[in-house]
């Protein structure tokens, strides 16, 4: 990759030949590898088009329904203005009722079987619903967030297209069950892999491409997202030093007195729910001047929804929109927009934190996104507010180690991620070394979790405010 060569060339460069590749008909597959916002679905949308303008039809494949219906919303808008003759469909289950973004659309067509839909140019739907199509087949296709896509999944819906792009971030969360996988572990076509994974264990031969660019995260983000989940490929940045600007229009708390460090511990000024406000300030003075921030509590054991913590995470999101945060874009013309409650995401590792945080929050900022990880993958927003998954535990489990469910965190913002952690996550670290099982045949994922927490615990304790 040429560091002299500007990032809007580059990743034309590249997604040219892509293309190029997909269209020579040489290989039955294309796959496509991309870092946290490098334009996946922007060259979904691309490809979809040149197809739909030389009139080809196109099936494709999604793996949630939230993931086709922003395809669908971002297909029939480009469409509208280059092929207006043009259909999308979009394939659902019985009794599926479409979101305003795409109900209404006159070039959007919804239907839960093909058969009542006429004849769209481009259909999309989840893996699971195409598993039920039994009597179309398509020459193309696209597979688009490839790596949370189970190899079986592919393998039910295979015979449904000749040629196909796939397309997703190999950073990322893998596919998993909840059900034991140890008997598959090894096997070429071990269903539990991702599709991407299995396809290339199967076909070394088909074309492997890189997008190299990540328009999403900022420049403070690009070396520890690079150096902690893609080590040996990397990407660079579509933005400079300086390039993004979050600022506050209202000022820190007045009662907190000037020029006290940012570890400092103020009794008197609470935030609502027990957080000292001096130090949620603080930290979000860090997040907006360094990109970065880790408010971390005194290290204690404690129960998964951690009360205290929860409540940190709550006051963190509160005092941003309290502030007046206003985001700016230097790399978009100097685009600038204040960030509501709705360009705010809150992350968490299990379903019943995200809960607790939503209880916290309770009426206060109806519009911010509380999820977790998987469900937050693929989506982007101007600050993100993490509940780290190793705080306050006794182990260190797979499951808390994954590296994509940490990547996924670390990686949805524009301007800044806040993380609200307890102390001794380092100790537990040490404590907890990589020392899982080795199955033969089986490629060892390389960075693992230990050491990707490792380097993004590295960077964050540089930014931290300390109760």
């Not at 030949?17 to 590898?33: K, M, N, P």
């Not at 739909?52 to 196109?58: K, R």
């Not at 929804?305 to 206003?326: F, H, M, N």
Request: overall charge neutral; hydrophobic content about 45%; glycine content about 8%.
């Amino acid at each position: 990759m040429e560091a002299t060569e500007a990032p809007g060339v580059l990743a034309a460069r590249v997604t040219d030949a892509i293309l190029a590749d997909l269209r020579s008909e040489r290989h039955r597959g294309v796959v496509v590898d991309s870092p946290p916002g490098a334009g996946k679905s922007t060259l979904v949308v691309r490809a979809a088009v040149e197809f739909a303008l030389a009139d080809e039809s196109l099936m494709i494949v999604a793996q949630t329904n939230e993931q086709v219906d922003d395809l669908v919303e971002r297909l029939a808008a480009e469409l509208a203005d280059r092929a207006p003759d043009a259909r999308v469909g979009r394939l659902g289950r019985a009794g599926y009722i479409p979101p305003p973004r795409i109900d209404g659309r006159p070039n959007v067509t919804v239907g839960s079987d093909l058969r009542t839909m006429g004849d769209p140019h481009v259909v999309v739907a989840t893996a699971a619903k195409w598993a039920y199509v039994k009597d179309r087949a398509w020459r193309w296709a696209i597979v688009d967030e490839a790596y949370q896509m189970r190899s079986d999944a592919l393998l039910a819906i295979a015979r449904l297209f000749e040629q196909a792009l796939f397309v997703g971030d190999p950073g990322q969360l893998d596919p998993f069950s909840t059900v034991d996988n140890d008997r598959w572990r090894g096997l070429t076509w071990d269903p539990m892999r991702s599709a991407v994974a299995v396809l290339l264990r199967s076909n070394p031969e088909l074309p492997v491409h890189r997008l190299p660019v990540s328009w999403r995260l900022p420049r403070s983000a690009e070396r520890v997202v690079a150096d902690a989940f893609y080590p040996f490929t990397g990407f660079r940045t579509g933005n400079g030093p300086g390039d993004r600007l979050l600022t506050f229009t209202g000022a820190s708390d007045p009662s907190i007195a000037a020029g006290a460090g940012p570890a400092r511990l103020v009794g008197s000024n609470v935030a609502r729910g027990g957080t000292p406000a001096g130090a949620v300030d603080d930290v979000l003075d860090v997040a907006a001047a360094t990109g970065w921030g880790l408010l971390e509590l005194p290290a204690r054991h404690t129960p998964r929804t951690d009360a205290e913590a929860v409540r940190a995470v709550a006051d963190v999101a509160r005092r941003l929109v309290a502030r007046g945060a206003v985001a700016r874009s230097l790399d978009r013309g100097g685009e600038e927009h204040p960030v509501t409650a709705g360009r705010i995401a809150i992350g968490t590792a299990h379903r019943d934190q995200a809960m607790a945080v939503r209880g916290a929050l309770g009426d206060d900022l109806p519009g911010v996104v509380v999820d977790t990880a998987n469900r937050l993958q693929g989506r982007e927003y101007d600050v993100t507010i993490v509940l780290h998954p190793l705080s306050g535990r006794r182990d260190a489990t797979a499951f808390h180690l994954e590296a994509g469910r940490l990547c996924v965190l670390a990686s949805r913002h524009r301007q800044a991620c806040v993380v609200v952690a307890r102390a001794g996550i380092r100790d537990l670290l040490d404590t907890h070394p990589s020392g899982g099982p080795v199955h033969l045949h089986e490629p060892v994922r390389f960075p693992d979790g230990w050491a990707a927490n490792q380097t993004v615990l590295a960077q964050l304790e540089r930014h931290a405010v300390r109760l």
